[in-house]
């Protein structure tokens, strides 16, 4: 399976709910839209009734067929009615579609191939006939024949696999007792989640505002400030901030930068949080991409907000609360999955090897470059309790397609991309993953407070936490310091060499990484 399957994949399963008609876009139009939230919400009937009026009244939107098409193999009831639509209609490249895409759901391949590329011939310009096709011809298992269909779809519609993305993320979390669309906590739950991990800082940005919530432990009482940052200049002040930081030229004004934003975000609390500890945060909007951890609190000193609390950033209290579900406490036979990849890198295989030195030598399943194929991270990733992956990792701003972890290719299976639906599509169970990979904690907010990001992909398949990264990071021995340091600490660095929480060893880590001098992106 390799990242053109995934598209594939999706094609089976996809609800879309955005608007806009053409035959290339990847987005429904207004009335389809409705339908498709109709559907979503538990109203499958009324949404059938309506994509079949749809098509009575003379739609031309293919999504409004698909929808159709969707109603006859998951709502029984609806079949007959949908058919009898269908046949009413003609052949059009558009029924083609409908009755090739169910062809597809119920098993028939051959008829599926042969109506999808009579709808192709007939509309050479319509992208999802084009990648439901490709799915049928690699369903049917011949790859290499199914790969030109999918980039015909992707050249036409250049959104569509983001989509698609998007919809499987949301298919797969869902089933995984979901991260970002599960049951909301109310007050008194977020309270009681405090209680256990120690204080909790909320962010909303709205428009024009900035709301932040304290919520300490009991009896501590709920606080909130109003700040008045808007969206737009949030945004702003976080991108340049996070450019600056990175630059060595600019560490004067990342340090000022540093200090505005800690007196802006949080020393308004400053006065009710303890004086050391853990502190989570639960950033939104634009703060996703904020190095919290980075703000100096203390203008006089330089002391950063990691080098007082024990920061754990989190996408939401509801992936907390599910963390927290799923968390048990780390042993000394705890074991290790890792993998070693990235063209021209020379790092990681040294990186892997030293980290499996904390961990006995029996519970050590280590892949060098040569052996960092999608086989063996499907075969073993879910049996590890700790996961590594030391890699090259890309980040493409608005592309998910351009945001992976390189592996080593396998020939006529997958290329060398491990992709954020891919990884949140296998289930694992580990308590900690470890991205020693560059801008592994980087995404583009797609709906609402969705990121589809590489660590989000992880939540989703299972993790309890994962370590990433902000920046691209540099390939030298700082980095890797920083590695053993953390795990030395997390592993042996508590009260009788039991290991020290995961926050308490990235903030050791930190520590001597400060007192070293090593390069900010570390």
């Avoid at 945004?235 to 060595?248: A, I, M, R």
């Avoid at 308004?268 to 050391?276: D, G, H, N, T, V």
């Avoid at 990235?342 to 030598?361: C, D, H, M, S, Y």
């Avoid at 080593?408 to 997958?414: G, L």
Wanted: hydrophobic share 45%; charged share 25%; proline share 6%.
């Amino acid at each position: 399976m390799n990242a053109w399957w995934l598209v594939l994949l999706l094609a089976t399963s996809v609800v879309p709910d955005v608007s806009d008609p053409a035959l290339k876009s990847a987005e429904p139009g207004e009335a389809a839209a409705a339908a498709y939230a109709l559907y979503q919400n538990d109203g499958q009937d009324a949404a059938c009734a309506a994509f079949m009026d749809q098509l009575r009244g003379g739609s031309a939107d293919p999504w409004s067929f698909l929808g159709a098409a969707l109603c006859a193999t998951e709502v029984p009831s609806t079949r007959d009615a949908v058919l009898a639509v269908l046949g009413e209609l003609g052949d059009s490249h558009l029924v083609l579609f409908a009755r090739g895409y169910l062809s597809y759901r119920e098993g028939d391949l051959v008829a599926a191939e042969e109506l999808l590329r009579r709808a192709v011939d007939q509309a050479p310009d319509f992208a999802l006939a084009w990648n439901v096709l490709g799915a049928v011809v690699r369903t049917r298992g011949d790859l290499q024949a199914a790969l030109p269909l999918i980039e015909r779809a992707l050249e036409l519609s250049p959104d569509l696999e983001a989509q698609l993305q998007s919809y499987l993320y949301r298919r797969v979390s869902a089933e995984r007792q979901d991260l970002e669309f599960g049951k909301s906590l109310d007050a008194d739950a977020i309270r009681g989640l405090a209680a256990e991990v120690g204080p909790i800082v909320l962010f909303y940005a709205a428009d024009v505002e900035l709301f932040a919530f304290l919520v300490p432990p009991p009896p501590g009482e709920v606080r909130l400030q109003i700040i008045d940052l808007g969206r737009e200049e949030l945004g702003g002040l976080v991108e340049t901030f996070f450019l600056d930081l990175s630059n060595p030229l600019f560490e004067r004004r990342a340090r000022s930068q540093a200090e505005d934003l800690w007196r802006q975000l949080l020393s308004p609390f400053a006065e009710y949080l303890p004086a050391s500890g853990p502190l989570t945060l639960v950033p939104h909007g634009p703060l996703h991409e904020l190095p919290f951890e980075a703000l100096v609190i203390d203008p006089d000193t330089g002391q950063r907000l990691s080098q007082r609390w024990d920061v754990t950033i989190t996408p939401s209290v509801s992936a907390l609360a599910l963390a927290r579900r799923r968390h048990q406490p780390s042993s000394a036979d705890d074991n290790l999955v890792a993998f070693a990849a990235g063209v021209g890198l020379n790092l990681p295989e040294i990186e892997i090897r030293q980290v499996a030195g904390f961990f006995p030598a029996s519970q050590q399943s280590t892949f060098g470059p040569a052996q960092a194929e999608f086989r063996y991270y499907e075969k073993y990733a879910s049996r590890a309790r700790h996961l590594l992956i030391a890699t090259r990792g890309v980040q493409v701003e608005g592309s998910r397609r351009g945001t992976y972890l390189e592996i080593q290719p396998t020939e006529d299976v997958h290329d060398e991309r491990l992709s954020a639906a891919e990884i949140a599509a296998i289930p694992i169970q580990a308590e900690l993953v470890t991205l020693a990979a560059c801008d592994t904690a980087r995404g583009t907010a797609l709906l609402s407070d969705e990121r589809l990001t590489l660590v989000r992909s992880f939540l989703i398949a299972g993790a309890t936490s994962v370590l990433a990264t902000r920046w691209r990071i540099p390939e030298d021995q700082s980095a890797t310091r920083f590695l053993q340091d953390f795990y030395r600490a997390y592993r042996r660095g508590g009260p009788q060499k039991r290991g020290m929480r995961k926050d308490e060893a990235l903030t050791e880590a930190r520590r001597l990484s400060i007192e070293r001098g090593d390069p900010a992106q570390v």
